[in-house]
T-cell receptor, first 116, second 117 residues
Framework: EAGVTQFPSHSVIEKGQTVTLRCDPISGHDNLYWYRRVMGKEIKFLLHFVKESKQDESGMPNNRFLAERTGGTYSTLKVQPAELEDSGVYFC??????????????FGPGTRLTVL | AQSVTQPDIHITVSEGASLELRCNYSYGATPYLFWYVQSPGQGLQLLLKYFSGDTLVQGIKGFEAEFKRSQSSFNLRKPSVHWSDAAEYFCAVVPLYSGAGSYQLTFGKGTKLSVIP
């Protein structure tokens, strides 16, 4: 079974540019989470999809960030325009969501975003 | 304020030695508790989790963790470390009363483990 995949693995862009990160969850997983780790800080929650709906987006830092999950499969996270403080590692995680209390979140390897 | 604290940023141990990684939490009620590991180039992998019951939890790769309510701690242990255990370890929690079915994880800052052959 394929795990959570993320693309690209590394992105270097200039301030003001746009970047789109992609996450492919494990097939059949209804829940999809985005997290971010800024250098030297904790991994922090950004948002949570259940299928194609945003369940919780309380962690999104501002309106420069837009997440979508069309069709309830893969998800994209767009940053437009990117700022220096957006640099970090963006993780995606998915879980089955079939009623098991706190079913395990499976993480992808992350996308390292560097904004110059 | 609610928080998860991993007081050790970096730990170095010799292969074969025992290991204990510390984690403390500050929440009104005991949250759900997790330990994840991230090896270089890999995603985070769940080692173990605690919801209730027996306070000594067994996980994968020979790891265990002990929940101590009186100390608000959930320390990770391994009796004999292998070189392949070198990685970064994260303690995480989900508050007991997570609303709206969103079980977002709240992480500590992580502890990097180096293993000397």
């Amino acid at each position: 079974e394929a795990g959570v995949t993320q693309f690209p693995s590394h992105s270097v862009i200039e301030k003001g540019q746009t970047v789109t990160l992609r996450c492919d969850p494990i097939s059949g997983h209804d829940n999809l989470y985005w997290y971010r780790r800024v250098m030297g800080k904790e991994i922090k929650f950004l948002l949570h999809f259940v299928k194609e709906s945003k369940q919780d987006e309380s962690g999104m830092p501002n309106n420069r960030f837009l997440a979508e999950r069309t069709g309830g499969t893969y998800s994209t996270l767009k940053v437009q325009p990117a700022e220096l403080e957006d640099s970090g590692v963006y993780f995606c995680a998915s879980s089955l969501g079939q009623g098991d209390l706190l079913d395990t979140q499976y993480f992808g390897p992350g996308t390292r975003l560097t904004v110059l | 304020a609610q928080s998860v604290t991993q007081p050790d940023i970096h730990i170095t141990v010799s292969e074969g030695a025992s290991l204990e990684l510390r984690c403390n939490y500050s929440y009104g009620a005991t949250p759900y508790l997790f330990w994840y590991v991230q090896s270089p180039g890999q995603g985070l992998q769940l080692l173990l989790k605690y919801f209730s019951g027996d306070t000594l939890v067994q996980g994968i790769k020979g790891f265990e963790a002990e929940f101590k309510r009186s100390q608000s701690s959930f320390n990770l242990r391994k009796p004999s470390v292998h070189w392949s255990d070198a990685a970064e370890y994260f303690c995480a929690v989900v508050p007991l009363y997570s609303g709206a079915g969103s079980y977002q994880l709240t992480f500590g800052k992580g502890t990097k483990l180096s293993v000397i052959p």
